[in-house]
């Protein structure tokens, strides 16, 4: 891969996570440098493995929010619980690049895109004292499970 001193200076601004301009990721996306949405970026895998930086690249990417979504439906499987276990859960396992502020809105996205799926529910209470639960009911049969596993109790 050859880069332009432009394409350098972009991607170093990329990997340091200082801003960037949209009109500097626009030709490194085309290019497949950079990923990501908006002009909230990082390298890309082939950028990351020319570069060494395999195992950076895999915490700044994180795990997709299905694997996210298992893992609280595990911890339900225990019984009801209230977020800050939740976030006890997921907070450490959240890619590196989503800034420390961010991190508490995904949760909350992804509780809520759950809850809308039917897949968890609540105990009614909206403080945070409010207990998370797998949703069962007429119909909705057992408590979701992942592949591969072993029904608990």
Known sequence: MD?????????DRVQTRMPLSADLIKPLR???L???RGT?????GAVAKASGR???????????????KA??????????????????????????????????SYIKTLLRDMAHAGI???DGGKTKA?????????GLGPAPSLPNEQPIG
């Open 3 to 11: 880069f332009t001193l432009e394409e350098v200076i972009a991607l």
């Open 30 to 32: 085309k290019r497949g």
């Open 34 to 36: 950079v990923e990501g």
């Open 40 to 44: 909230t970026v990082r390298i890309s």
């Open 54 to 68: 395999e195992v950076s690249y895999t915490v700044d990417r994180g795990l997709d929010s299905q694997h996210d």
């Open 71 to 104: 893992l609280v439906v595990q911890l339900l499987k225990l019984g009801p619980q209230a977020r800050p276990k939740i976030n006890q859960l997921l907070l450490d396992k959240l890619p590196g690049a989503v800034k420390p502020e961010k991190r508490a």
């Open 120 to 122: 968890i529910e609540t």
């Open 130 to 138: 409010a207990q998370w639960r797998l949703k069962l009911g007429p």
